[in-house]
């Protein structure tokens, strides 16, 4: 039997792996004729753990298991933490054969759910306004490369100047993105959280904000983060499948 792995990131926030079971869940119900057993885990910080999810799976028979990093760039989670957790897997379970798929990435159908955000501020996006895009972050210089490369898309879409800006591990900060704002003429930002769920990160930006509209004489709108989405759910389920049909898209982890 085959066994699909959904892995997310994890929150010390319980509402946030709510959000990921519930997504989850939505994409598990569009596969439920295709795939035998389908489990969702998360790296840290919530249950269940890698491990147990997967032993789970192999308890429920599975012999065949695709593995799929429910995240938005390729990191180190991706490159290395998670593969390990999956190289211990096939340790202990020798006789499954496990597949291992791709983050969502650069991806343009991802710029569309950026673009209903802002319109979920109810505020109109005019040429005079800009746009703070936010990401985690992280020291891989890949994640810089492939977020800029979305800001790039989301500029040709939008026609105002986007700034990128990051929550943890590289620059500019989040702080810098703010002041790199307050210095361009436009009246109006849109600060985008560019976050699957909600979380730490997500409250301290809304601190941030709230403060900096105490200040400062332009107007930060802070939109809504990515969460589910259909789009999202399309773009997960392609990312399975691309592993269960074996494509250049995954591998094997031995």
Do not use: W
Not at 69 to 81: F, Q
Not at 220 to 227: A, V, W
């Amino acid at each position: 039997m085959e066994a699909v792995l959904y892995i997310c990131h994890g929150s010390r926030v319980p509402k946030a792996s709510e959000e990921a079971r519930f997504f989850i869940e939505k994409c598990m119900e569009k596969l439920l004729n295709q795939v035998g057993y389908q489990e969702c885990c998360f790296l840290e910080l919530a249950e269940p753990s890698i491990e147990e999810a997967f032993t789970r799976c192999v308890e429920m028979g599975a012999t065949k298991i695709s593995a799929l990093p429910v995240l938005l760039l390729t990191a180190g989670h991706a490159k290395i933490d998670i593969p390990d957790e999956l190289v211990k897997m096939k340790r202990k379970f020798p006789h499954v054969d496990i597949r291992y798929g791709r983050p969502i990435g650069v991806h343009p159908q991802m710029i569309d759910i950026v673009n209903e955000r802002i319109l979920d501020s109810n505020v109109p996006l005019t040429n005079e306004s800009n746009i703070l895009l936010v990401g985690r972050g992280s020291s891989d210089p890949d994640v810089q490369r492939d977020f800029t490369d979305i800001a790039h898309l989301l500029k040709d879409q939008t026609k105002v100047t986007v700034d990128v800006c990051y929550l943890a591990a590289c620059e500019p900060s989040f702080e810098e993105g703010l002041q790199i704002a307050q210095q361009r003429e436009a009246k109006r930002i849109f600060v985008v959280p560019y976050l699957l769920f909600t979380g730490i990160l997500m409250k301290t930006m809304e601190r941030k904000i709230k403060n900096i509209n105490k200040e400062s004489d332009k107007e930060f709108i802070l939109c809504p983060y990515l969460g589910y989405h259909q789009i999202l759910q399309e773009v997960i389920i392609k990312r399975v499948l691309e592993i269960i049909d074996e494509t250049a898209y995954s591998k094997e982890i031995v």
